[in-house]
């Protein structure tokens, strides 16, 4: 009993070697090139500055954490209905014109999920169907 507890304190002051931080967000999509379009288009990056990697990733550059594009063959991309998609917002994008960003993507066809709420989010559908937070900052 004593050894069990004394392993037991030893753990508990034990420090992580994982580090508190976020390297990047995958998200699953079904098509890349069509995923990297849209994303370019609503993030306003360069399709040419997101190069598709071993034909199903697609990192985007971001500032601060990333973002991958992924069609993920090895957690069922390669099942006829893809990968599963986001369902709930996993992540928020930044905005300094929430209003602004709203019309843009009704603007380009994005599917609602919220008009604005709060006066300081809304909800919007990629083409895959994932859910993405779009966050005044």
């Known amino acids: ?32 090139e069509k995923s ?3 994303y370019c288009q609503v993030l306003g990056l360069k399709e040419a500055d997101c190069s598709i990697m071993n034909g199903h990733l697609c990192p985007l550059p971001m500032v601060g954490t990333g ?5 993920m063959p090895m957690w069922g ?8 998609s986001i369902d709930t917002p ?12 709203l019309e843009f993507m009704k603007k380009i066809g994005a599917e609602l999920v ?3 709420e709060h006066d300081h989010w809304f909800v919007v559908k990629d083409p895959d169907g994932n859910k ?3 966050c005044a900052e």
């Open 1 to 32: 009993m004593n050894q069990q507890k004394q392993t037991k304190e030893e753990n508990d002051t034990q420090t992580s070697p994982i580090k508190n931080k976020v390297g990047s967000i995958f998200v699953p999509v079904r098509d890349i």
């Open 36 to 38: 990297r379009s849209w």
């Open 67 to 71: 973002i991958i594009l992924d069609t």
């Open 77 to 84: 991309g390669d099942q006829p209905g893809g990968a599963p």
């Open 90 to 101: 996993a992540f928020m994008l930044l905005t300094e014109d929430l209003k602004g960003s």
């Open 114 to 116: 919220t008009e604005i």
């Open 132 to 134: 993405l937070m779009i």
